[in-house]
C-alpha cells in the first residue's frame, strides 16, 4: 500500500503576520505516530506543508489529513483534490472531532477523538476492501504504542525535532478548551507507560527535548516516576504545566534535576472572576507571582500564556498584563484572542447568546475576534492584542525584564531568549527557507542550559546530575 500523510498548512501561516520560524518548530508528530501503525512494506510519505511544497501530482492508494480549525478550508481543498483522483481520503483532528458532518462532506472516512484504537481498525478494513465511513474512538490506552517514525522526518527542517508526547489530553476542564470535545466517549486523560516514555527518549538523537503534552505534570505519580528515570540522561528539556503544578512540593524540582529548563504556562489572566467563569478553577487563589519566582529560583524559564476578550476585561487589561509580565521577569510570552472554539462549551455558551459573527474557520486563529466582547469593541480587542505583543518584546520591556535578574548572567540570558523568539525574523526567515533552521539547535540549548543556576563552588551544575531541591 502507497500512503500519504499530510498536515496542511494553518492559514495564519500564510497571512501577512507569518512568523516562519513559529510554524518551523516541531514535526507532525501525531502522523508520525499513525505511520507507526503501517506495514514495514507499506509505502508511506509524511508531508507538512510548513515546511515543504505538497506535491499534488501523486495518487496513492490512501491519503490521511490531520485538521485543524484554521487549516480547515486547505485541508478540504486538498481531500477534494485527492477524491477526484480517486483516492481514498481519511480526515482526523480537532476540527473533524468538532464539526463530523461538515468533513464528512470532503472524505471517505471520519475519525472522531484520538486514533490509537481506530486507526488500526481502520487500517485492516481498508486493507481487507470495507473501509468504514467514521471511527469514533471509545478505547483509551498507550500501553500498545508502537514506536513512532521518526524516520520520516526531516529533522533538519524544525527548530526542535526532538518533540514528543508521553501523555493525551488534561485533567482539566477548561470551558475554551478543545479537550471535552476531542476526547468525549472515554477518559480525557491518560499516560503512556513509563519505560516505554523513557524507551522513546533514549531513541532521541541529542541533548533537547519538547515535551508537547499538554500538561506533562497532570499525572503527579506519572510525572514524579518519569523524571526520577530520565535522572542521569543528560537532557535539556522544556514543556508545559499548570500553576497549581508548579507551586507543588518536590516535583518542579525533580524535573529541574533531570533537565527542565523552560516552561509554558497558562496563566491565562489576571482576574480571578475571569478564571471561575472559564472553569481555569486550577489557577484561582494561586500566587502567580510566587510560581514565576519559584520556576527562576530553580532555573526554569518561563513563557507566560495570557488569554484576551474575557468578558471580565475591559481595555485596561492589555497594559496591565503587559506590566505584570515584564515586571516579574518573564522571558517569553503568548498572547491570545479568546476565540470560541467549535465543541467548546464556550462556543455552546456564545451560539446560544447569539454573540457568534460567523463561521470562517480561518480567522479562528486567536489573533481576531470572531464574536462580539462584553466590554470592548472587537476591533479594540485585535488592537490590544497586537499592541501587547509589540509593548511585551519592545526592548525596553526587554531590558526592564532582564534587569529583575540577579546577576549579569541571567540578564544576559533572558535578553537571548526573547531576541531570539521575536526579533531576529530575517535570520529564521534565511536558515527555513535554506532548510537548516535545525542548524540554530545548538544555540537554543547552550541558552537552556545557561538557565541552570550556580551550585555553591561558583561552578554549573553538571546537567543531570543536579541536586534535588527541598
Known amino acids: ?63 490521511a489529513i490531520q485538521v485543524y480549525v484554521t487549516s480547515a478550508r ?28 461538515e468533513a464528512a462532506a470532503h472524505a471517505d472516512t471520519v475519525f472522531l477523538g484520538p486514533g490509537e484504537d481506530t486507526w488500526p481498525r481502520f487500517l485492516a478494513d481498508f486493507r481487507a476492501g470495507r473501509p468504514g465511513s467514521l471511527y469514533r474512538s471509545t478505547s483509551r490506552s498507550l ?8 524516520d520520516l522526518i526531516r529533522r533538519a527542517r524544525y527548530l526542535v525535532p526532538n518533540s514528543i508526547v508521553v501523555s493525551r489530553g488534561c485533567p482539566h476542564a477548561c470551558d475554551f478548551c478543545y479537550k471535552d470535545a476531542f476526547f468525549a466517549g472515554g477518559r480525557g486523560f491518560y499516560v503512556q507507560r513509563v519505560d516505554a516514555a523513557l524507551a522513546e527518549i533514549e531513541r532521541l538523537p541529542g541533548r533537547h527535548l ?4 499538554d500538561h506533562l505534570f497532570g499525572d503527579p505519580r506519572f510525572a514524579a516516576s518519569l523524571f526520577d528515570g530520565m535522572r542521569g540522561m543528560g537532557r535539556l528539556w522544556q514543556a508545559a504545566a499548570t500553576v497549581n503544578a508548579v507551586l507543588r512540593p518536590g516535583l518542579l524540582e ?61 481595555e485596561s487589561v492589555f497594559d496591565r498584563t503587559v506590566a ?26 456564545m451560539r446560544a447568546a447569539g454573540r457568534l459573527l460567523h463561521d470562517d474557520w480561518d480567522l479562528y486563529d ?8 462584553a466590554r470592548m469593541s472587537g476591533e479594540r480587542l485585535e488592537r490590544g492584542y497586537r499592541d501587547a505583543y509589540r509593548d511585551f518584546y519592545a ?66 551544575a553538571p546537567l543531570g546530575n543536579a541536586p534535588a531541591v527541598g
Open 143 to 150: 500501553h500498545a504504542l508502537p514506536p513512532v517514525r521518526r
Open 254 to 314: 525533580k524535573a529541574v534535576a533531570c533537565g527542565l529548563r523552560s516552561l509554558f504556562v497558562g496563566f491565562e489572566t489576571l482576574d480571578p472572576a475571569a478564571l471561575r467563569s472559564h472553569a481555569k478553577h486550577q489557577n484561582l487563589d494561586r500566587d502567580y507571582a510566587e510560581a514565576v519566582r519559584r520556576l527562576h529560583g530553580l532555573g526554569v524559564m518561563v513563557n507566560a500564556s495570557f488569554v484576551f476578550g474575557m468578558d471580565e476585561h475591559d
Open 395 to 460: 526592548w525596553r520591556s526587554i531590558l526592564r525584564g532582564a534587569a529583575t535578574k540577579p546577576d549579569l548572567a541571567g540578564a544576559l540570558r533572558h535578553a537571548a531568549y526573547a531576541v531570539g523568539w521575536k526579533k531576529l525574523e530575517p535570520l529564521w526567515d534565511v536558515l527555513i527557507r535554506l532548510c537548516r533552521v535545525g542548524q540554530a539547535l545548538p544555540v537554543l540549548e547552550r541558552v537552556l542550559e545557561g538557565a541552570w543556576p550556580e551550585k555553591g563552588n561558583g561552578r554549573r
Open 1 to 63: 500500500m502507497i500512503a500519504k500523510l499530510i498536515l496542511p498548512a494553518l492559514t495564519e501561516a500564510r497571512s501577512p503576520f507569518f512568523r516562519p520560524i513559529k510554524y518551523s518548530l516541531f514535526p507532525p508528530l501525531g502522523l508520525a505516530t499513525l505511520a507507526a501503525y503501517l506495514a514495514p512494506d507499506d509505502d508511506v510519505v509524511l508531508c507538512d506543508e510548513h515546511v515543504e511544497t505538497l506535491d499534488l501530482d501523486d495518487e496513492p492508494d490512501l491519503v
Open 324 to 349: 505584570w509580565a515584564v515586571d516579574q521577569g518573564v522571558e517569553t510570552a503568548t498572547f491570545h484572542v479568546l476565540t470560541p472554539y467549535p465543541g467548546t462549551a464556550l462556543h455552546a455558551r
Open 210 to 213: 519538547y515535551f508537547l503534552d
Open 74 to 101: 486547505r485541508s478540504y481543498e486538498i481531500a477534494d483534490h485527492y477524491r477526484r483522483r480517486g483516492v481514498h481520503v481519511a480526515l482526523g483532528g480537532l476540527h473533524v472531532t468538532s464539526l463530523p458532518d
Open 366 to 373: 486567536t489573533r481576531h475576534a470572531v464574536f462580539r466582547p
